[in-house]
């Protein structure tokens, strides 16, 4: 299996650290951790006994790492060709409106946003 326990974890962490848990925190969590694992590379939490295959659930440093540099690698791919095509439509748009020889005129409507009923009666 590639998850650790709580007990492996909490050797884990003493080892590195240089001081050990609070037994009464190790005790309640034994408890609430009974069916999970930890990662052990990261000691994220799952349960061991997920309807996925546990390799697809557990991603190993090099594949987060991957997936870390195609987030910043995804503006520069994706987002600069995008405004630079937009950039050029819109130039294109620009330059076809210069030619453009119709003079369009607004519409003469004098009774524009008015009641539709004679003014006598607001009285």
Not at 5 to 28: I, K, M, V
Not at 32 to 42: A, S
Request: glycine letters at 2%; aromatic letters at 14%.
């Amino acid at each position: 299996c590639n998850g650790i326990s709580l007990n492996e974890y909490a050797e884990l962490y003493e080892s590195s650290r240089g001081f050990s848990l609070d037994p009464a925190d190790t005790a309640l969590l034994k408890q609430l951790t009974v069916d999970t694992l930890f990662c052990k590379h990261c000691y994220r939490p799952f349960d061991p006994q997920n309807k996925y295959n546990l390799n697809d659930v557990l991603l190993e440093p090099f594949w987060a790492l991957s997936e870390l540099i195609s987030i910043y690698l995804f503006p520069l791919t994706v987002w600069l060709p995008l405004l630079i095509v937009y950039a050029c439509l819109a130039a294109l748009e620009w330059i076809t409106s210069l030619f453009d020889t119709e003079e369009t005129q607004p519409p003469n409507v004098p009774d524009y946003d008015r009641q539709y009923f004679p003014k006598l009666s607001l009285n």
